[in-house]
């Protein structure tokens, strides 16, 4: 079956293999939520497997990863009007390219649109202190108007700051 059959198949089957999250935290009094699917690595290797590097992954399972800011926000050095974006990353070694999409809604990475981003920006790789088997994105309140936004997995982790504007 061609790849994308597959995924509309899938799609349209309301069974997921992947758990899925929602993460918020609150800045002035507006909320910012992410919605995304949690893949386990199950022996497999970020990077190479999975989310392999230097090729556009919609940062997690099944549908693409979707933000919700509900005033403007700074993510990285974009800035974000009201609404909602799909985030998709292109892994590395050393750095990971965050990608903010202005199409919210849209099954994984498989018609992604290069034409269609808001902005990309670059965040560091760090080593974890323990492995992460199951993909986590949490957002950590740095201020009343900022806040951590760090994407986890294998032993490695990359964040950005959140801000209201």
Known sequence: ????????????????????????VELSGK??????GRPYLKGRSAGKEVAPFGQVWR?????????????????????????????????????????????????GAFKYDQSQDLGRFDARV???SAPVEEFTISLGKE?????????AWGGESVSTTLKSV
């Not at 089957?13 to 758990?19: I, L, N, Y």
């Not at 693409?64 to 800035?79: F, M, R, S, Y």
């Not at 201020?143 to 994407?151: I, P």
């Open 31 to 36: 909320t910012i939520s992410i919605v995304y």
């Open 143 to 151: 201020s009343g108007k900022a806040a951590k936004l760090t994407f």
């Open 59 to 107: 940062l997690g399972a099944d549908e693409a990863t979707k933000i919700t800011v509900q005033g403007e926000t700074l993510i990285g050095d974009i800035k974000l009007s009201p609404g909602s974006y799909s985030l998709f990353a292109i892994p590395g070694s050393e750095k990971w390219i965050i990608i903010v999409n202005k199409v919210a809604d849209q099954w």
């Open 1 to 24: 079956m061609p790849l994308a059959r597959f995924a509309s198949a899938f799609q349209g089957s309301g069974k997921r293999a992947s758990p899925h999250e929602t993460v918020s």
């Open 126 to 128: 760090e080593k974890t």
